[in-house]
Nanobody, 122 residues
C-alpha cells in the first residue's frame, strides 16, 4: 500500500488547513485509516482514526472539536480538516493505514505515508 499526503503548509494561529491522503495498492475499503503527527524532539502520536466504512471515528483529546477526520472510499482518500490551529499543532503529519479491525484502539499501522509538514505561527 502506498500512501501519499498533501495539504500541509504554514498557517497563522487560528487558521485552518485540510490534509489529504490518497491510497493505492489495496482495496481502500479494506483499510482503517488514521493520522499521526510527530513534533521535533517528540514521539509520533495518534491524532485521529476512522474505520473502514467511516462509521466510527476516534480523536485524541488535544484535537477534539478542532479537527475532523473523514474518508471518501470511491476516491481512495482520507482527509483531516484542521481548524483553530495552535502553534503546538506544528508537526509532520503522517497518513497511516491498517487492515480493518473490529476495535479502533490501539491503532497500530501496517502502512505509513511519507509525511507532510504543518507549521503554525503565533
Amino acid at each position: 500500500v502506498q500512501l501519499v499526503e498533501s495539504g500541509g503548509g504554514l498557517v497563522q494561529a487560528g487558521g485552518s488547513l485540510r490534509l489529504s491522503c490518497v491510497a493505492s495498492g489495496r482495496t481502500f475499503s479494506d483499510l482503517d485509516m488514521a493520522w499521526f503527527r510527530q513534533a521535533p524532539g517528540k514521539e509520533r502520536e495518534l491524532v485521529a482514526a476512522i474505520s473502514w466504512n467511516g462509521e466510527d471515528t476516534h480523536y485524541e483529546p488535544f484535537v477534539k472539536d478542532r479537527f475532523t477526520i473523514s474518508r471518501a472510499n470511491p476516491k481512495n482518500s482520507v482527509y483531516l480538516q484542521m481548524n483553530n490551529l495552535k502553534p503546538e499543532d506544528t508537526a509532520v503529519y503522517y497518513c497511516a493505514a491498517r487492515a480493518f479491525l473490529q476495535i479502533m484502539l490501539p491503532f497500530e499501522p501496517n502502512y505509513w505515508g511519507q509525511g507532510t509538514q504543518v507549521t503554525v505561527s503565533s
